[in-house]
């Protein structure tokens, strides 16, 4: 148990369909990250949510559309996904950054994602 | 553009060897280097840390070597076991308002076979 739990684990949609992945840490970060895993590619960061700031990653299509609730819940909205968009998709919490901070980053399982 | 690049992609080593993973970065504005562990089904975990102050950092069979004029670190995991197959990312850091941000290198896939 990591402390992020991320559901569903594993999913598979169309491209026409409509889902969301969701997030929830027990930490008690108020840091959430989503990161893509594709094969052979570094983990890419996607979207950032903290109570400072929200950081999009400008490459990031729009048919990814992240919604954070509150410090303790994330969700991947999806919509028109392509081929392509199949892959691992990570969430993760962290400590508020700061001097005492560790830069720590905790991963959830993932939701392997297939679109066909 | 890759910040972090990781090599080798894959690496076999004997159980008992020194598996060596090496990373360079571009970047001067990252102040922190972790090293995640990540399992087959699960999400990648912090492995090892350091920060540019410091040239080499040891915790257990684990040691991370940094060198901060070359923009370059390595892992060396000493006495490799087969429970250490797993793959291995760098990454570096810089710091937002209110987060932190990680940039990683592509993995490396650690096979130590008996």
């Known amino acids: 148990e990591t402390g992020v739990t991320q559901t569903p684990r594993h999913l598979v949609m169309g491209m026409t369909n409509k889902k969301s992945l969701k997030c929830e840490q027990h930490?008690?970060?108020?840091?959430m990250y989503w990161y893509k895993q594709s094969a052979k590619k570094p983990l890419e960061l996607m979207f950032v949510?903290?109570?400072?700031?929200?950081?999009e990653n400008n490459s990031v299509p729009s048919r990814f559309s992240p919604e954070c609730p509150n410090s303790s819940h994330l969700f991947l909205h999806l919509h028109t996904l392509q081929p392509e968009d199949s892959a691992l998709y990570l969430c993760?919490?962290?400590?508020?950054?700061?001097?005492?901070?560790?830069?720590?980053?905790?991963f959830g399982e993932g939701s392997r994602l297939t679109v066909l | 553009q890759q910040q972090v690049k990781q090599s080798p992609q894959s690496l076999i080593v004997q159980k008992g060897g020194i598996s060596i993973i090496n990373c360079a970065y571009e970047?001067?504005?990252?102040?922190?280097f972790p090293w995640y562990q990540q399992f087959p089904g699960k999400g990648p975990a912090l492995l090892i840390a350091?920060?540019?102050?410091?040239s080499e950092k040891k915790e257990g069979r684990f040691t991370i070597s940094f060198n901060k004029s070359a923009k370059q670190f390595s892992l060396h995991i000493m006495d490799s076991q087969p429970g250490d197959s797993a793959t291995y990312f760098c990454?570096?850091?810089?710091?937002?308002?209110?987060?932190?941000?990680?940039?990683f290198g592509k993995g490396t896939k650690l096979s130590v076979i008996p």
């Open positions: 993760a919490s962290s400590q508020p950054a700061g001097p005492r901070g560790t830069g720590e980053l905790f």
């Open positions: 930490l008690g970060h108020n840091a």
């Open positions: 949510y903290s109570l400072e700031e929200r950081v």
């Open positions: 970047n001067t504005a990252f102040d922190y």
């Open positions: 350091i920060r540019p102050d410091v």
């Open positions: 990454a570096a850091r810089t710091r937002g308002a209110g987060s932190y941000q990680l940039t």
